[in-house]
C-alpha cells in the first residue's frame, strides 16, 4: 500500500511527489528544505512508531 505522502525527516514537511517501490520510498525530493535522500524519509506511521518508542529516552526530571 502507497502512503498519501511521506514525511521529511530533516524538517518534517510532508512531501506529495515521490517514488515508492517494496515499502519504502527509493526516490523523493523536499522541496522545502532540498533534502533527497530516499533514507531520510519516513511515512506517518513510521514516524508515529518512532515518536511512541522513546525507550533511549531517559526521564529524568529530579
Ligand atoms: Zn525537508
Redesign the pocket.
Known amino acids: 500500500m502507497i502512503p498519501d505522502y511521506v514525511i521529511?525527516l530533516?524538517?518534517e514537511?510532508p512531501v506529495y511527489v515521490f517514488e515508492w517501490e517494496d515499502g519504502k520510498v527509493v526516490e523523493a525530493v523536499?522541496t522545502?528544505?532540498g533534502?533527497e535522500d530516499p533514507e531520510t524519509f519516513a511515512t506517518e506511521d513510521q514516524m508515529e512508531a518512532l515518536a511512541s518508542d522513546r525507550r533511549w529516552d531517559t526521564h529524568d526530571h529530579g
Request: some cysteine; aromatic content about 0%.
Open positions: 521529511c530533516e524538517c514537511s523536499c522545502v528544505c533534502n
